[in-house]
């Protein structure tokens, strides 16, 4: 399975920006997706992910300026992140766990990190 993320960037404190990810590869079905950071001086933290079932848990942190979402049908996640500040700043990474072997096994992936860096 390969993940391809992408939308990282330069923003000023306040602004917006999307991040995308897109697994392919072979699989029986995606158990959940999220996104990840790992911010300078931290270690990486769950910023939000989202199950099978289409529910979503955030980090506190970034409840109600991010949103999660998938497309089944095109096995994607995104994440929209509004009122960006400096502490959103970090390398962003794509998570998925896929079922595998029709379902009887689960194997997780990582992307290869995209940088969100916020000016304050």
């Known amino acids: 399975v390969q993940l391809q993320a992408s939308g990282g960037g330069l923003v000023q404190a306040g602004g917006s920006l999307r991040l995308s990810c897109a697994a392919s590869g072979s699989f029986f079905s995606i158990h959940s997706m999220a996104w990840y950071r790992h911010a300078p001086g931290k270690q990486r933290e769950l910023v939000a992910v989202?199950?099978?079932?289409?529910?979503?848990n955030y980090a506190d942190s970034v409840k109600g300026r991010f949103t999660i979402s998938r497309d089944n049908a095109k096995n994607t996640v995104s994440l929209q992140m509004n009122t960006l500040k400096s502490g959103d700043t970090g390398v962003y990474y794509c998570?998925?766990?896929?079922?595998?072997?029709?379902?009887?096994?689960?194997?997780?992936?990582w992307g290869q990190g995209t940088l969100v860096t916020v000016s304050s």
């Open positions: 998570n998925v766990i896929v079922n595998v072997m029709g379902g009887s096994f689960r194997r997780e992936y």
């Open positions: 989202v199950s099978s079932g289409d529910s979503t």
